[in-house]
């Protein structure tokens, strides 16, 4: 079975840079194969939002809003999904948290309904 547990997460100051981690485990990062992996963000009242995604590929995909600043990237030999947030902004405080996908790989529209394996999140808060 999959399990992702994220890490990394804080409080920093708005222009700051933070690195969130995702250990991911029950998942073969085989290049003849498709999957992908996420990462999404929940803050309070609100649906929780795709921020971008990797597949076999190793290029990332990513929402509007954070294009530019984040960069996604995995790392196989440690099986680790790591989520590089720079120039951050208020804005980008949330509850983050990685999915991952064994069949259908890396795709900006999907929402969390479309995923089923989440792990359990890890708080960004930007101040101002």
């Known amino acids: 079975q999959v399990h992702l547990a994220e890490s990394g997460g804080g409080s920093v100051q708005a222009g700051g840079s933070l690195t969130l981690s995702c250990a991911v485990s029950?998942?073969?990062?085989?290049?003849?194969?498709?999957?992908?992996l996420y990462w999404f963000r929940q803050t309070p009242g609100k649906d929780r939002e795709f921020v971008a995604c990797?597949?076999?590929?190793?290029?990332?995909d990513y929402a509007r809003s954070v294009k530019g600043r984040f960069t996604i990237s995995l790392d196989s030999a440690k099986n680790t999904l790591q989520l590089n947030m720079r120039d951050l902004k208020p804005e980008d405080t949330a509850d983050y948290y990685c999915a991952a996908e064994r069949g259908e790989g890396c795709h900006a529209w999907y929402t969390a309904g479309n995923l089923h394996d989440w792990g359990q999140g890890t708080q960004v808060t930007v101040s101002s």
């Open positions: 990797i597949d076999r590929w190793l290029s990332g």
């Open positions: 029950g998942v073969s990062f085989d290049p003849g194969r498709l999957w992908g």
